[in-house]
């Protein structure tokens, strides 16, 4: 089972800046992917970025060019940093840690954290 723990969010001014972090730990055997997701109030949740273990990345159009992922393999973390935040950038981010076990793919998340970005 693995554990993630998150850290990060917070209220920001809009033209701001954050950095989420999301550390995972227990029995890990192989991740696939960590990446992050967030839900707004009454929306669904939406994937905002994704890095594999390769370092290959993905970005939602919306945050792309202002928002880097990226991830620390040796301390199985995975960052968000965020700037130019916009309003509608608010909501709750959720960090996510794919890991393939014989074959089979397992989805991990965190609890969420909340960013607000004020007008």
């Known amino acids: 089972q693995v554990q993630l723990v998150e850290s990060g969010g917070g209220l920001v001014q809009a033209g701001g800046s954050l950095r989420l972090s999301c550390a995972a730990s227990?029995?890990?055997?192989?991740?696939?992917?960590m990446g992050w997701y967030r839900q707004a109030p009454g929306k669904q949740r939406e994937l905002v970025a994704v890095i594999t273990s390769g370092g290959s990345t993905n970005y939602a159009d919306s945050v792309k060019g202002r928002f880097t992922i990226s991830r620390d393999n040796a301390k199985n973390t995975v960052y968000l940093q965020m700037n130019s935040l916009k309003p509608e950038d608010t909501a709750v981010y959720y960090c996510?840690?794919?890991?393939?076990?014989?074959?089979?793919?397992?989805?991990?998340w965190g609890q969420g954290t909340q960013v607000t970005v004020s007008s």
């Open positions: 227990g029995r890990i055997f192989g991740i696939i992917a």
């Open positions: 996510n840690v794919k890991e393939r076990i014989i074959g089979v793919d397992h989805d991990y």
